[in-house]
């Protein structure tokens, strides 16, 4: 599992965004069909939230890998070694499907409160 946290201070994004990056490669693969239903729940999340900004982006469109390379670069991680799916979210990087997972599952128990 690959977490990292960013410090309070330098370049955080704002506290309300969350933006996931994804593979989905083929359509009819179980892998490819669990991201897009993780990114279907976080977009459902994000209509319920006016508060939190959710945009996702399937990193096999040219303007997906462009919006992944600012997002990473304005935190200042770097991107060799982060696993997809990846969730930037509250300041914190989210590399994998089980912590992005757990993250959307956060998300979802702050809506039914």
Request: hydrophobic content about 40%; overall charge neutral.
């Amino acid at each position: 599992m690959v977490v990292i946290v960013l410090g309070a201070g330098g370049c955080r994004r704002p506290e309300r965004e969350a933006l996931l990056f994804y593979e989905a490669v083929c359509p009819t693969c179980e892998t490819s069909r669990r991201m897009e239903q993780l990114a279907g729940r976080l977009v459902a999340i994000g209509r319920e939230r006016p508060d939190l900004t959710v945009r996702t982006y399937d990193v096999y469109r040219a303007e997906s890998v462009e919006a992944l390379r600012k997002a990473i670069g304005d935190l200042g991680v770097e991107l060799a070694g982060l696993r997809f799916p990846l969730l930037i979210a509250d300041g914190t990087v989210y590399a994998g499907e089980a912590p992005v997972t757990e993250r959307i599952v956060r998300f979802e128990r702050e809506n039914s409160r």
